[in-house]
């Protein structure tokens, strides 16, 4: 299965949420903010592929294990037979 222009909603870090201005997609190495993933429709991201996906947070996370969840949506790519 193919995707295309994924679109996080949020990510929230420890209970602390981060919206989608402060969200960055990286795939295949090439990152996309929010504004960039508006303009760019034909970035396809197989779901197989992991993709990396980053918080602005001031001064950064603290060490040692967190919990993290992403809630989004992805627009299927359509692939005529």
């Known amino acids: 299965m193919i995707y295309s222009s994924p679109r996080p909603g949020t990510v929230k870090v420890d209970g ?6 402060d969200i960055i997609w990286e795939i295949d190495g090439i990152e ?3 504004d960039a993933r508006q303009d760019t429709r034909d970035v396809q991201w197989p779901i197989y592929m992991a993709a990396v996906i980053k918080v602005k947070k001031k001064g950064g996370l ?20």
């Open 16 to 21: 602390e949420t981060f919206n989608e201005k």
């Open 32 to 34: 996309y903010t929010a």
């Open 62 to 81: 603290a060490a040692g294990e967190h919990e993290v969840s992403v809630a989004y949506r992805c627009i299927m790519s359509h692939r005529p037979q």
